[in-house]
C-alpha cells in the first residue's frame, strides 16, 4: 500500500491557462473522490468516481471543470481557462465501497496547490 | 440551511492537558461522523470514526463522542503532546457517494 499519490505538488499557473492534475489512488480502491480546500477552510467535495464512472458532482464543479477516470484507476482534474478564484489546494481520495470501518474511511493524498496568478 | 460548526479559534493548552475539540451540526442526518487531522500543507489523515448508534469510540489517547440528539460531537486527545500541533476536521458522511463535508477546523497548539 503506497498511499494516494498526486502529481504535480505544486502549479503556479497565469490567468486564462489550462492546467491539469493527476491522481494515483490506493490500487483496490474503487471509489476516487475530488475536493478543494481554500486557506482556513475545510475541504469541499467536487467530484467522484466509482470505477470508471462519475456519478456526482457538486455545483461548485463549473463547466470549466471536467474530471476523467479512464479505466478505473488514475484521475485527471483539468481546469480551463483559469481564474484567480481557482487558486486552491485540489485534493484527491480513495476508498473501497463497503460498510466497514476500513472500507468506509477515505484516504487522502498530500493534494496539488494551485496559484493562479 | 446545512451547516458543521467547529472553533474557529485555535486552542492552545499545555502538554500534559486534555484537549477537548467540538463539533455541531444542523439540518444533517449523517450515518457516521469522522475526525482527520491536517498538517500544514499535507492532506487529511484519518484518526476516528463513528457511527450514529454509537455513543463513544476510542484509540489510543483519543476519544470521541456522537450525540445525535445535541448534533454534536466531541474529540478529546488526553495526555496532548507537542507533536499533536495540528488542525483537527470533523467531516459528515452523506449520501450514497459516502462523500464527506467537512467542519472549518480547529487548529490545536500544544505547549511545554
Known amino acids: 500500500d503506497t498511499g494516494v499519490s498526486q502529481d504535480p505538488r505544486h502549479k503556479i499557473t497565469k490567468r486564462g491557462q489550462n492546467v491539469t492534475f493527476r491522481c494515483d489512488p490506493i490500487s483496490e480502491h474503487n471509489r476516487l473522490y475530488w475536493y478543494r480546500q481554500t486557506l482556513g477552510q475545510g475541504p469541499e467535495f467536487l467530484t467522484y468516481f466509482q470505477n470508471e464512472a462519475q456519478l456526482e458532482k457538486s455545483r461548485l464543479l463549473s463547466d470549466r471543470f471536467s474530471a476523467e477516470r479512464p479505466k478505473g484507476s488514475f484521475s485527471t482534474l483539468e481546469i480551463q481557462r483559469t481564474e484567480q478564484g481557482d487558486s486552491a489546494m485540489y485534493l484527491c481520495a480513495s476508498r473501497t465501497a463497503g460498510t466497514s470501518v476500513r472500507t468506509d474511511t477515505q484516504y487522502f493524498g498530500p493534494g496539488t496547490r494551485l496559484t493562479v496568478l | 440551511s446545512q451547516k458543521i460548526e467547529q472553533n474557529s479559534e485555535a486552542l492552545n493548552i499545555q502538554e500534559g492537558k486534555t484537549a477537548t475539540l467540538t463539533c455541531n451540526y444542523t439540518?444533517?442526518?449523517?450515518?457516521?461522523l469522522q475526525w482527520y487531522r491536517q498538517d500544514p500543507g499535507r492532506g487529511p489523515v484519518f484518526l476516528l470514526l463513528?457511527?450514529?448508534?454509537?455513543k463513544e469510540k476510542r484509540k489510543e489517547r483519543l476519544k470521541v463522542t456522537f450525540d445525535t440528539t445535541l448534533k454534536q460531537s466531541l474529540f478529546h486527545i488526553t495526555a496532548s503532546q507537542p507533536a499533536d500541533s495540528a488542525t483537527y476536521l470533523c467531516a459528515l458522511v452523506t449520501g450514497t457517494a459516502s462523500k464527506l463535508t467537512f467542519g472549518t477546523g480547529t487548529r490545536l497548539q500544544v505547549t511545554l
Open positions: 439540518n444533517y442526518s449523517p450515518a457516521y
Open positions: 463513528i457511527r450514529e448508534n454509537e
